[in-house]
């Protein structure tokens, strides 16, 4: 008999808000967390605005002397992680401890810390470097600090695959489970990208959104008017249990995770295939690894970035792969709200169609006011709506044509 996966806990810092309550209640407000950047001079970059944290606090869960040797990638990790635990009522002791796995992973890791480096380098000389540069940057040392800050002693990784990056983690997370090399997976991702090189990079690329002068109306999914995507911060964290692990400790449970799909577009490193092809594929992957049919789907959370060419490809991705269903799915965009908190960005997902499912409610697809010629599925653009979910989707598409996706059904005793 295969091993059931569901999902014990959740935690977040993020444009919405540091709880989950008040995060839900953020989105089925339909409140944006997108707001004009004020964390350093705007005047030379052609997209200003983000999604960013408020009242983000480190302590208690990191000292004010650790705080000093992490980037903020890791700080947000680490918190949101440790909100999970402490929503799961997971406590994890010498008999547990070899059977927790944690993948935890940022898509870029810590930049602000390269620049503030380099720029030491360059003006005070290598000596000046910090002996913490290298912990503070790379991206597997947060995965490597929630396990000294939990004790788990399992499997501990860093997948990096861009926007898909906590999407692979959550779905590497649910196979080492199934395959019975965790009984626990603390999964997630974390990102703070909302510095100067980031940004000019970004904006280099044209990737952003220029509508400047009405942040919260920038990040508009499925929408005629949408010029780009909106950069965001935070973390996002869940934890996953085999079921009868979580049932014998009497675990609260939102959902079951139920099948994990992941395939490459083979085709450009940032634009989508115009097919939808490898979209399509980690779609039906994660079908087929669930064992139901696309009409048995009732909601698909989407990658839904706000770009000219991501929107319009995936919806016939799923065109492709739900046929005739595909009218009668809710198709919504968390970063109609967030923003995209890249790395993070799929967990956060996650964890908002999580709850959706436990609750009955899909929020709406914030600034879908336009429709466009060919984008013409149920993009939620009234909400939010009741929905009784058996089953949802979530996917995640990364730069250099890496998808993923996941498959999260309702949990039934």
Not at 82 to 106: C, H, N, R, T, W
Not at 117 to 140: A, C, D, K, Y
Not at 149 to 173: F, L, R, Y
Not at 293 to 314: F, K, M, R, W
Request: proline fraction near 4%.
């Amino acid at each position: 008999m295969s091993k059931k996966v569901v999902i014990t806990g959740l935690g977040t810092v993020s444009p919405l808000g540091n709880e989950i309550d008040e995060v839900w209640k953020n989105l089925m407000d339909s409140k944006s967390g997108v707001r004009k950047i004020d964390k350093f001079d705007m005047e030379e970059y052609s997209s200003k605005i983000a999604g960013m944290l408020d009242n983000f606090e480190a302590e208690p869960y990191i000292d004010r002397k650790e705080k000093k040797r992490m980037d903020l990638f890791i700080q947000y990790g680490i918190v949101a992680a440790m909100k999970a635990m402490k929503d799961s009522g997971l406590e994890i002791d010498d008999d547990l401890a070899e059977d927790v796995a944690v993948i935890v992973s940022s898509g870029i890791g810590g930049m602000k810390t390269l620049c503030e480096q380099h720029s030491r380098l360059e003006n005070r000389g290598p000596r000046r470097v910090s002996p913490f540069f290298i912990p503070m940057m790379i991206p597997n040392i947060l995965s490597g600090y929630i396990s000294i800050k939990t004790g788990a002693m399992g499997p501990n990784m860093s997948v990096v695959t861009a926007c898909a990056t906590s999407t692979h983690s959550i779905g590497e997370g649910f196979r080492m489970i199934k395959n019975d090399d965790a009984k626990v997976a603390i999964v997630g991702g974390s990102e703070s990208p909302v510095v100067p090189l980031g940004l000019a990079g970004f904006c280099s690329m044209r990737a952003l959104s220029t509508r400047n002068d009405e942040p919260e109306k920038a990040s508009r999914p499925f929408d005629k008017d949408r010029d780009g995507f909106v950069i965001a911060e935070g973390g996002a964290v869940l934890i996953l249990e085999d079921y009868e692990h979580a049932k014998k400790r009497g675990a609260k449970i939102y959902a079951e995770l139920a099948g994990y799909g992941a395939s490459a577009d083979a085709y450009h490193i940032t634009a989508p295939s115009e097919d939808g092809k490898g979209a399509a594929l980690s779609m039906k992957k994660a079908l087929d690894d669930a064992g139901i049919n696309p009409e048995d789907v009732q909601y698909i959370n989407a990658h839904g970035t706000s770009t000219p060419l991501n929107d319009i490809t995936e919806t016939r991705a799923i065109k492709s792969v739900f046929e005739s269903h595909a009218k009668d799915l809710y198709v919504n965009s968390t970063k109609s709200m967030t923003g995209h908190m890249l790395g993070a960005t799929g967990a956060f997902e996650a964890l908002v169609t999580a709850l959706s499912i436990q609750k009955s409610k899909i929020h709406k697809t914030l600034n879908n006011e336009n429709p466009e010629e060919e984008m013409d599925l149920n993009y939620v653009k009234e909400g939010p709506v009741d929905v009784d979910i058996s089953y949802a989707l979530s996917n995640s598409f990364g730069f250099g044509g890496q998808n993923g996706t996941l498959i999260f059904k309702k949990h039934k005793e």
